[in-house]
């Protein structure tokens, strides 16, 4: 089943307020740029929020399907494989951002594989949706739906901004680049 998302609201400084012990999380009040009943999808940094607070809002908001962001995830420090396939999925993760390989911040070509694979293989918890991101263009479509296949979500944000009074526009050329791939 495709799920189309164009708009995914980065809370973690939202959230921050509300991460006090015994005191449940919940999103700014109506009104303001995002609720809960506007919103099915959000993104985070569980590595600036804490591995266990990430777990608790999963745990506490089964309805919503949360994006793990790896700012600051130690790119360096920690297996990519380890961290994003396993310790994100693990603790509820339902999509993984991570470095897409010929980007700013890129992987290798095999690293981003890996993880992308590793995302989606079966283990004891359910698989997440790898999402390469960084570097991306609306020319890169093809080859990145090449590479990683039709399980994947493609994250550009960067070169869309770019685009300024023409990010509608753009945004509609993206998406309808992807729905029109026929995969070789």
């Given at each position: 089943m495709a799920v189309e998302v164009s708009s995914v609201p980065d809370t973690t400084a939202s959230l921050a307020p509300s991460l006090r012990p015994n005191e449940s999380l919940s999103l700014p009040a109506s009104g303001s740029m995002m609720?809960?009943?506007?919103?099915?999808?959000?993104?985070?940094?569980?590595?600036?929020?804490?591995?266990?607070?990430f777990a608790?809002?999963?745990?506490?908001?089964?309805?919503?399907?949360?994006?793990?962001?790896?700012?600051?995830?130690?790119?360096?420090?920690?297996?990519?494989?380890?961290?994003?396939?396993?310790?994100?999925?693990?603790?509820?993760?339902?999509?993984?951002?991570?470095?897409?390989?010929?980007?700013?911040?890129?992987?290798?070509?095999?690293?981003?594989?890996?993880?992308?694979?590793?995302?989606?293989?079966?283990?004891?918890?359910?698989?997440?949706?790898?999402v390469p991101a960084g570097g991306m263009t609306i020319d890169r479509v093809g080859e990145m739906l090449d590479f990683y296949g039709a399980d994947v979500m493609l994250l550009i944000g960067g070169a869309l901004l770019q685009a300024r009074e023409r990010l509608t526009?753009?945004?509609?050329?993206?998406?309808?680049?992807?729905?029109?791939?026929?995969y070789g």
């Open positions: 609720t809960w009943t506007s919103w099915y999808a959000v993104m985070v940094q569980p590595m600036i929020m804490g591995l266990s607070n608790k809002l999963v745990r506490e908001n089964l309805g919503i399907a949360f994006f793990a962001h790896p700012t600051l995830a130690g790119a360096a420090r920690i297996s990519p494989r380890l961290l994003f396939g396993k310790i994100f999925r693990m603790l509820g993760a339902d999509a993984l951002v991570f470095p897409n390989h010929g980007g700013r911040f890129g992987y290798s070509p095999d690293t981003c594989r890996d993880l992308a694979q590793t995302a989606l293989a079966e283990w004891w918890c359910k698989p997440a949706v790898p526009q753009e945004t509609a050329a993206f998406v309808a680049k992807v729905k029109g791939y026929r």
